[in-house]
């Protein structure tokens, strides 16, 4: 009850918060949000599946690289790139998580790694010479919504934060679903679950996929907001910082939301120490880890409607 | 065939002292089941002792060049493997009976710790190691002229790594650590200090990825606070490469990797160098996960 009487404050206060801040901080707020997103698809991934998958800034550069491509060549708008990017994600997220999804934890931690940093140096290396080298993409336009044209940081706050509100939406529907069940199973107990009859492998890439089509969503914001992109934004760096965002947020998209407002918005509040916030940052991890390894704001337990005769009479649902 | 050879000698130098950091972590996957993130870092905190302990300290000043690096070689693996044990004290130790994502998370937190640490002492910009300390002699050897430090350099990481062979097949500790890498709770059984031997994992490793930072600061001559997380990624794919948790596993893993990415700069790309390694992870865990010696894990995976 009392989390969601903080959801609700939590919605309300990102709703009004651009009113308070100067241009600045809104930025800071848009940055949050991409975060936020880029979080939310990885809580998928590994919050609700429990596939350790570090390597999500990938996903979220071929996203913003598709945007960008298609925008500065062919002078696509930035919002028909959307869906493209994001499928263009996805496939490339299928093409290589096919034959590694397999992998036990640590191994498929340490290929996703592998992953990002080839893809970083695919990038520096001018492939296929449409990705501008080490300079990057710049000179991505801004995009239209019915000849709406979406420049300020306030416009992409609202924008940002509306995508991170329909994912939200959208995520709670899929935990809520079959599929979103079979993904919890597999993350407690994978062979059980393949046990009883889930197809594991199947399961696992789906949220994959899934979760990398967001990604490279996010990544078409995120280019549209930079206006130039460059791989070192796309680096090892950022997969880890999105990776402890979510193992933090304890697996609910509340605590998501939470911390990362708190890895993200924190180090801004604290400018006059930031070449000591990454070393913050990594002790907090570690204290976290020894203090409260189930992260902030674990899940709830899920609740099921299940009218047994003296729960009907107290007129409650039972809980399974 | 001359660059041919070159470039073998040059991957066998490299690989040296990837084997050496990829020890490391395979020890430690050995015991505990962990991918010790930070093992990188403790990697360039050697190499940034050993520039302090030669340069500022004037080691270098006070012994012939020779004698000093041999000193500070040894003062830098002390040090470190001192590092190593206070890390696994205090960030991995509490969570030996979490789940295994704790420790995971711990290990990177550590890792992005060390990391800024050494930025913020030291700052973020490059340094060099003083010229001085490159032994500048050339070897004649199958009709090339070879530097003398690569030969050095391998000999050094041979020979560290042939005593540590000696050390964990041929004395009754290391038949410990062998002991508790199969089974810990069986090894505890038959009288093993299961948190003893952990603690001397942990002082091995980093004792040797010191060392392997200082001859990395030798070989190449400039350092930076960055490079523990590229030397780090590549040694533990070259622990995975040889089968992780197996010891000569992670010494050839490392030669062989060394040697298969000197021969790619050489003959493909340079600019690609990197990306090869991580493509040589990726399909060996494909075509054979288990590694090139690994046979045990083989259930588990």
């Not at chain 1, 959307?82 to 290589?96: E, I, K, N, R, T």
């Not at chain 1, 000179?139 to 509100?165: D, N």
Request: net charge positive; glycine share 12%; proline share 4%.
């Amino acid at each position: 009850m009392t989390r969601t009487l903080f959801s609700l404050a939590l919605g309300a206060l990102i709703c009004v918060l651009p009113l308070f801040c100067n241009a600045y901080w809104t930025d800071v707020c848009v940055m949050i949000g991409l975060y936020a997103l880029l979080s939310l698809s990885l809580n998928v991934i590994l919050g609700q599946a429990g596939i350790f998958h570090m390597g999500h800034a990938a996903f979220f550069a071929v996203g913003a690289y598709t945007t960008a491509i298609c925008n500065t060549l062919y002078q696509w708008p930035i919002f028909l790139t959307m869906p493209l990017a994001g499928a263009a994600a996805a496939f490339f997220a299928m093409l290589v998580a096919r034959p590694i999804i397999h992998l036990r934890g640590d191994y498929l931690l340490i290929v996703t790694i592998g992953i990002v940093e080839i893809v970083r140096i695919a990038l520096l290396n001018d492939v296929f010479g449409l990705t501008g080298g080490s300079n990057g993409i710049f000179g991505i336009a801004r995009p239209r919504f019915l000849g709406f044209r979406i420049v300020k940081s306030i416009h992409f706050y609202y924008l940002v934060w509306g995508m991170v509100g329909a994912s939200i939406v959208l995520f709670y529907g899929l935990w809520r679903s079959r599929f979103g069940r079979a993904l919890n199973y597999i993350k407690a107990d994978d062979i059980a679950a393949e046990g009883c009859g889930i197809n594991v492998s199947r399961y696992k890439l789906t949220a994959f996929v899934l979760g990398a089509f967001w990604a490279g969503m996010a990544g078409t914001l995120y280019a549209a907001k930079m206006t130039t992109i460059a791989p070192e934004s796309f680096n090892f760096m950022e997969s880890v910082i999105i990776f402890a965002v979510v193992i933090l947020s304890g697996g609910s998209q509340l605590g998501v939301l939470v911390s990362a407002f708190l890895f993200i918005g924190l180090p801004e509040v604290l400018r006059e120490f930031s070449d000591a916030r990454m070393l913050v940052f990594g002790l907090a991890m570690m204290l976290m880890m020894i203090w409260r390894p189930q992260g902030l704001l674990p899940p709830g337990p899920r609740r099921y409607p299940v009218a047994t005769p003296s729960a009907a009479a107290a007129g409650q649902g039972g809980r399974s | 065939m001359e660059q041919f050879l070159q470039q073998v000698l040059n991957g066998l130098a490299v690989g040296g002292i990837y084997a050496l950091v990829a020890l490391g972590y395979t020890m430690v996957y050995g015991v505990l089941k962990l991918i010790n993130f930070a093992h990188g870092d403790l990697f360039t905190i050697g190499a940034y002792l050993g520039l302090t302990l030669l340069v500022s300290c004037n080691l270098s000043g006070l012994l012939p060049v020779p004698l000093a690096v041999l000193a500070v070689f040894i003062m830098v693996a002390l040090l470190v493997a001192l590092i190593g044990f206070l890390l696994e004290r205090a960030a991995y130790r509490p969570l030996r009976h979490a789940g295994r994502l704790s420790a995971v998370v711990s290990a990177l937190g550590a890792s992005i710790f060390f990391q800024n640490a050494v930025m913020l002492l030291y700052g973020a910009r490059v340094y060099v190691y003083p010229d001085f300390l490159r032994p500048d002699f050339t070897v004649h050897l199958f009709g090339m002229n070879v530097p003398g430090v690569r030969l050095l350099v391998i000999a050094a990481s041979i020979m560290l790594m042939l005593g540590l062979w000696a050390f964990i097949q041929r004395t009754r500790i290391g038949a410990a650590i062998r002991a508790v890498a199969i089974d810990p709770g069986a090894a505890q059984l038959m009288g093993i200090n299961v948190d003893r031997i952990i603690s001397l994992v942990f002082l091995i490793g980093p004792g040797l990825g010191g060392a392997a930072g200082l001859m990395v600061g030798i070989y190449y001559g400039q350092i930076d606070f960055t490079m523990g997380w590229s030397y780090g990624l590549k040694a533990f794919t070259a622990a995975i490469l040889g089968g992780i948790g197996n010891i000569p596993g992670a010494m050839l893993g490392g030669l062989l990797l060394g040697v298969i990415e000197a021969l790619a700069a050489g003959y493909i790309a340079i600019a690609w160098k990197d990306a090869i390694a991580f493509l040589v992870l990726i399909l060996i865990l494909i075509i054979r996960p288990t590694g090139i010696l690994g046979e045990r894990t083989a259930d588990k995976l």
